[in-house]
């Protein structure tokens, strides 16, 4: 966010223009920044890598077009010349054509990889074979999520999350209009100034114009994380398992339906239980008498309201089931209400479980839809507003950036952080976010108690350390 300290120099902590809460504000606003900038460029630059291919292309790739015809072969067929295409490969999902110009997609595991194929469903011909763990896609999704360095990437990503909210709070307590401030220089920039003064201007303007967006992203992205979304929120929020007492579950979870890396099952199932097949469990699905396959699958999917995108997935195993669904995480649907899946018994068709948008808890909901916002998944327009929200965001970490280095005194020799007065009294407005941000978000509130400790403990007993911090 915005400073308001003059060109080129610092003033001192009893500056009469500053307020003593103002200078400890931008002190931790610097300091914050100084850990939360990288990574909020990192995720804005992924992020526009994904949200193209989300809401312009294919997670797989460019869009592949085929000539409609009068017929389609059967799902059977289409799988079978896949398989043919493919010695050895073992057939892992089927999703049907979201339009009839456009191909199916079949994904089968090969080795240690996981293959997604293009096929023509007109004429059975495989069209592109795709290493679905290391498309563009993915190795964006994967940085985004992890840095590519697994659990310990994705604990700083937690952390930098969990700093941004006070990296926003205090920006807009030093922004906020007051005095002779009003808000038409906090949400329209002056671009008649020049040097600091302008890139103040804007970084102000369009911090203000972002910061609720910007929150709403973060308190996303941080329901998928490793420990407040793993630990906490998510087993809390999940869809409960319970409604399912007469069916036999399995160990495995519906994380098992993706494909190991990527986030392509809604937020609200990843940790519940998956059924299993051979009871005599469930309701009334596929007509008595009639074979279980991939084919009879796909007209019942269809029969019971299916339609556009939507995914088979195949039992991996004897107890493996049939799992029909269609939902905005997978890019099936641009609406998140929609979202609906189905599990059928590979041995007696029967319905064995369901789970759609109106079972999800509140915070499921609430994810479902906050993660389509966040992926771009809604349509254009939502890509679009996505694609200029990530674009600000960079521009928030390069003008701030910019701000400090046309501030610090040429060959200063150290951070120039903003100085802490030395007097002040208790600041109850950034204790209060200090004590929510350590009680919501464990691993960036660990973070803060680390710095003060450090700041109180360590620095006030090394003086040149402590210069050089400053």
């Known amino acids: ?47 526009l890598v994904m949200v193209f291919f989300t809401g312009f292309q294919n997670r797989l790739g460019m869009t592949i077009d085929v000539m409609p015809q009068a017929q389609t072969a059967s799902v059977g067929a289409q799988a079978q010349a896949v398989l043919a295409k493919l010695p050895g490969a073992q057939l892992k999902e089927y999703v049907s054509p979201k339009s009839v110009t456009v191909p199916a997609w079949f994904v089968v595991k090969l080795g240690d990889r996981v293959e997604a194929v293009a096929l023509n469903p007109y004429t059975a011909e495989v069209i592109r074979t795709v290493d679905k763990e290391n498309t563009v896609f993915a190795w964006a999704e994967k940085i985004h999520g992890t840095l590519l360095i697994g659990d310990v990437g994705d604990w700083l990503i937690e952390i930098a999350a969990g700093l941004g909210i006070v990296l926003i709070v205090t920006g807009l307590y030093m922004a906020w209009p007051r005095g002779s401030v009003g808000w038409r220089q906090a949400l329209v920039p002056d671009l008649s100034t020049k040097g600091r003064v302008w890139w103040k201007s804007l970084h102000v303007s369009v911090a203000f114009w972002i910061s609720v967006v910007l929150t709403f992203f973060l308190v996303t992205g941080l329901a998928w994380s490793g420990v407040w979304g793993g630990k906490f929120v998510q087993p809390w929020g999940s869809f409960p398992a319970a409604k399912w007492d007469d069916v036999p579950k399995s160990d495995a979870t519906h994380a098992a339906l993706a494909t190991p890396g990527l986030k392509e099952v809604p937020w609200g199932l990843e940790q519940t239980p998956l059924p299993v097949s051979g009871s005599t469990a469930g309701k009334p699905g596929l007509p008595a008498g009639q074979p279980v396959n991939l084919d009879t699958v796909e007209a019942y999917a269809r029969s019971i309201g299916f339609g556009g995108q939507f995914h088979i997935a195949v039992p991996q195993d004897a107890s493996g089931v049939y799992s029909i669904s269609a939902d905005s995480m997978s890019g099936d649907l641009t609406n998140p209400t929609g979202d609906r899946f189905v599990h059928i018994d590979r041995y ?101 108690v680390g710095v003060l400790l450090l700041d109180t403990l360590l620095l006030s007993r090394w003086p040149a350390l402590k210069q050089r911090l400053n």
């Open 348 to 448: 007696t068709g029967r319905v064995l479980a369901e789970a759609s948008f109106a079972d999800y808890s509140p915070m499921a909901k609430f994810m479902a839809v906050g993660i389509a916002l966040h992926q771009g998944d809604m349509g254009l327009v939502s890509a679009g507003v996505n694609v200029v929200f990530c674009l600000a965001v960079v521009f928030l970490c390069v003008s701030g950036t910019v701000m400090w280095w046309k501030r610090r005194p040429v060959n200063a020799g150290r951070l120039v952080a903003p100085r802490a007065p030395a007097d002040a009294k208790l600041w109850k407005t950034g204790a209060v976010v200090m004590l929510v941000v350590a009680l919501a978000f464990p691993l960036s509130g660990a973070v803060l």
């Open 1 to 47: 966010m915005a400073t308001t300290q003059p060109e080129t120099t610092i003033a001192p902590a009893s500056a009469p223009t500053l307020g003593k809460f103002h200078m400890l504000a931008w002190r931790w606003h610097f300091y914050a920044g100084l850990y939360v900038v990288p990574f909020l460029l990192m995720l804005a630059l992924t992020g």
